[in-house]
Structures are given as C-alpha cells and as structure tokens.
C-alpha cells in the first residue's frame, strides 16, 4: 500500500505538480489582491474619519461664531436703547409654575 503512489507514471507526477503549482501561484495572487484591496479600504475609512472630524470642528466654530455675534447684535441693542433711555419693561404678569 504504501508503493501505491510511486507507481504513478512521471509524466503524472508531472501534471499533478503544474496544477499545484499553479493552484498555489493563483492563491498567492488571490491573496495579494485582497490585501491590497483590504488596505485601500482602510485608508479610505480613516481618510474620511478624518474630514468628518474637520467638518465637526468647522460647524463647531461656525456655532461659536454665530453666539458670538448674536451676543454682539444683543450689546449694541442694550446700548441704544440705553442711549434713547427705552428701559426693558419687567413683564407685567407674573410666570405661572407648570
């Protein structure tokens, strides 16, 4: 039994190691491309991790710039009317509790 595989002719032997051969030399390839393709995804995964985190820090900003000169429109509104002597009237009903 143990004979049975060397009686295979050469030119088998032959076929058999160029279609494991080749079987392997695809696997490499196969593997190769995914790697690659694997990488490329990653990449673009963290590059676009990184434009939302720009983005989020650009709105933040933005919002802060908003306050900011809403604040600044509300001053100069307290300072005319303080200038044209318009008070703010303290409302004349009171709040009632929820």
């Known amino acids: 039994m ?5 009686k295979l002719q050469s030119d088998t032997w032959a076929i058999i ?3 494991v051969g080749a079987v392997g030399g695809w696997s490499v390839v196969v593997v190769t ?3 690659a393709l694997h990488s490329a995804t990653n ?3 963290d590059a ?3 434009r939302i985190d720009m983005l989020h820090d650009t709105m933040r900003n933005e919002h802060t710039l908003i306050l900011e000169s ?6 100069r509104v307290s300072y005319i009317e303080g200038h044209l002597g318009i008070g703010r009237v303290a409302d004349p009903e ?3 509790p929820p």
């Open 2 to 6: 143990k004979n049975r595989f060397r």
């Open 43 to 45: 990449a673009r995964i």
């Open 94 to 96: 009171p709040a009632v």
């Open 70 to 75: 809403i604040a600044g429109v509300a001053q």
């Open 17 to 19: 190691g160029v279609v």
């Open 48 to 50: 676009q991790g990184a």
């Open 33 to 35: 491309v995914m790697l």
